[in-house]
């Protein structure tokens, strides 16, 4: 079982910046896909930005070239570099990760409670 603590959301105006920081714990043989995903209210949660282990990303639309998603294997830790925020990026931000408990068990998905980012305009 994985756990994922988020970290580092709050207010920030229109056009400001945040990091977003999600740190794994708990048993697992490996941890490979790590990633953000968003639920603004009344909406559905939808991806942000997904990493691999070997470093592949991939980001919704709405925030390429604005946001940046990088991992550190080693410390089992990813990170979202969020810049020129709009309001429509606010949004409850959840931290996810696809991991193994054993070379041979399939993969599951454990999720972050989330941490709020609020972009006033």
């Known amino acids: 079982q994985v756990q994922l603590v988020e970290s580092g959301g709050g207010l920030v105006q229109a056009g400001g910046s945040l990091r977003l920081t999600c740190a794994a714990s708990?048993?697992?043989?490996?941890?490979?896909?790590m990633g953000w995903y968003r639920q603004a209210p009344g909406k559905q949660r939808e991806l942000v930005a997904i990493?691999?282990?070997?470093?592949?990303?991939n980001y919704a639309d709405s925030v390429k070239g604005r946001f940046t998603i990088s991992r550190d294997n080693a410390k089992n830790t990813v990170y979202l570099q969020m810049n020129i925020l709009k309001s429509e990026d606010t949004a409850d931000y959840y931290c996810?990760?696809?991991?193994?408990?054993?070379?041979?068990?399939?993969?599951?998905?454990?999720w972050g409670r989330g941490t709020q980012v609020t972009v006033s305009s």
């Open positions: 990493i691999t282990t070997a470093g592949t990303t």
């Open positions: 708990g048993s697992a043989y490996s941890i490979d896909t």
């Open positions: 996810h990760a696809q991991g193994r408990s054993s070379r041979w068990s399939p993969p599951s998905d454990s």
